[in-house]
T-cell receptor, first 115, second 115 residues
């Protein structure tokens, strides 16, 4: 069985500061890892994904995440927060990259950006 | 970017009543999914659907639930006799043919409240 843990249900950052959202996973097979973002009144949007290859993955809106197998982590970062980054972020794991089928989600982290 | 459309955005029903949640996936997509998120809990996989049949379902998806693709554009989730614990945000998702674009597109959700 797969599981995802996101540390911190809420994170508050100042505009221009580093955004760091933590995600740890467990999986019995090589994982495929995803970060989704949900803006208010919108659906989940894919930010980035890790399947194989390069462990540092770049996504949309300046976000990136690094897959660390030894730490079973896939933390999401952005060097400089923007007000538009205020949203809820979900880490997810799947064992089927082609489908993204049966995603197992973390509990989400809501990001507040202070001016 | 193409969108998955869900209606209604909010649905209130009495316990024991039947509800149908509607989704219009992206037009050239062939794989369809329902997920749900109970307030304060994780987003959970319910069911996946391909070629007019369920390809996978979770333990949550019991006999009270059913899915249907009644025509070429809609994908519905029916709950036959709603319970209080069915109150949640329900997300529809779709993706294109395997091997092409594996990105999963989510709708903005239907908030179901069972009273």
């Amino acid at each position: 069985a797969q599981s995802v843990t996101q540390l911190g249900s809420h994170v508050s950052v100042s505009e221009g500061a580093l955004v760091l959202l933590r995600c740890n996973y467990s999986s019995s097979v090589p994982p495929y890892l995803f970060w989704y973002v949900q803006y208010p009144n919108q659906g989940l949007q894919l930010l980035l994904k890790y399947t194989t290859g390069a462990t540092l993955v770049k996504g949309i809106n300046g976000f990136e995440a690094e897959f660390k197998k030894s730490e079973t982590s896939f933390h999401l970062t952005k060097p400089s927060a923007h007000m538009s980054d205020a949203a809820e972020y979900f880490c997810a794991v799947s064992d089927n990259e082609a489908a993204g089928n049966k995603l197992t989600f973390g509990g989400g982290t809501r990001v507040l950006v202070k001016p | 970017e193409p969108e998955v459309t869900q209606t209604p955005s909010h649905q209130v029903t009495q316990m024991g009543q039947e509800v149908i949640l509607r989704c219009v996936p992206i037009s050239n997509h062939l794989y369809f999914y329902w997920y749900r998120q109970i307030l304060g809990q994780k987003v959970e996989f319910l069911v996946s659907f391909y070629n007019n049949e369920i390809s996978e379902k979770s333990e949550i998806f019991d006999d009270q639930f059913s899915v249907e693709r009644p025509d070429g554009s809609n994908f519905t989730l029916k709950i036959r006799s709603t319970k209080l614990e069915d109150s949640a945000m329900y997300f529809c998702a779709s993706r294109a043919v395997r091997g092409n674009n594996e990105k999963l597109f989510f709708g903005s959700g239907t908030q179901l409240s069972v009273l």
